[in-house]
């Protein structure tokens, strides 16, 4: 199975500030990274397929990036309601794996 | 719109039984693969299994192979999820979800399932 590791496991920033979430895969699986949402009390909701394309209605402030093992979520202008946890998922074979998920806190 | 409503889940005792059903609404059903993550109380997602349009191709986690049976009826819109021999582990909230490209697409609200004596 392939592994998938996420780094940080939490951080804090203020509100127009830019993070970055890293997230490790075990082997090559190319371009095959999904990222999502998941809000307190709510189901998650797909932020990025295929390591970088934005699902209609995400905001441009929510970017990836990536290939292969590494890849990065990028949020710049952080908002209050991007407070949540996201987690990263590989599409590149089955079974799926999600990383164990990074807290997002807003000052 | 893309509606998914999951039903089913209880409190059951270790060992038992319980089948979960996804209704689903607003996309061509038959069209895509469907599956189920569950995330523990306080803890991340997990996925458990999926399946194809079709109902031909289906695939498990390894902590649920041989216990649990994911199915579909294409004519009714709905998704199942068949748990036997259900342990304390299993707890969790139930989500189901359309996919395509491996992706989950839409996401339906949760069911609980609460494994104890």
């Known amino acids: 199975d392939i592994q998938m590791t996420q780094s940080p496991s939490s951080l804090s920033a203020s509100v127009g500030d830019r993070v970055t979430v890293t997230c490790r895969a075990s082997q090559d699986i190319s371009g095959s990274l999904g990222w999502y949402q998941q809000k307190p009390g709510d189901a998650p909701k797909l932020l990025i397929s295929?390591?970088?394309s934005l699902p209609s209605g995400v905001p441009s402030r929510f970017g990836g990036s990536g290939s292969g093992t590494v890849f990065t979520l990028t949020i710049s202008n952080l908002q209050p309601e991007d407070s949540a946890t996201y987690y990263c998922?590989?599409?590149?074979?089955?079974?799926?794996?999600f990383g164990q998920g990074t807290k997002l806190e807003i000052k | 719109e893309v509606q998914l409503v999951e039903s089913g889940g209880g409190l059951v005792q270790p060992g038992g039984s319980l089948r979960l059903s996804c209704a689903a609404s607003g996309f061509t059903f038959s069209s895509y693969s469907m599956n189920w993550v569950r995330q523990a109380p306080g803890k991340g997602l997990e996925w458990v299994s999926e399946i194809d349009g079709s109902g031909t191709y289906a695939f498990y986690a390894d902590s649920v192979k041989g216990r649990f049976t994911i199915s579909r009826d294409n004519s009714k819109n709905t998704l199942y999820l068949q748990m036997n021999s259900l342990r304390a582990e299993d707890t969790a909230i139930f989500f189901c979800?359309?996919?395509?490209?491996?992706?989950?697409w839409g996401w339906g609200q949760g069911t609980m399932v609460t494994v104890s004596s």
């Open positions: 998922q590989q599409a590149k074979s089955f079974p799926r794996t």
């Open positions: 979800g359309n996919t395509r490209y491996g992706y989950n």
């Open positions: 295929a390591a970088s």
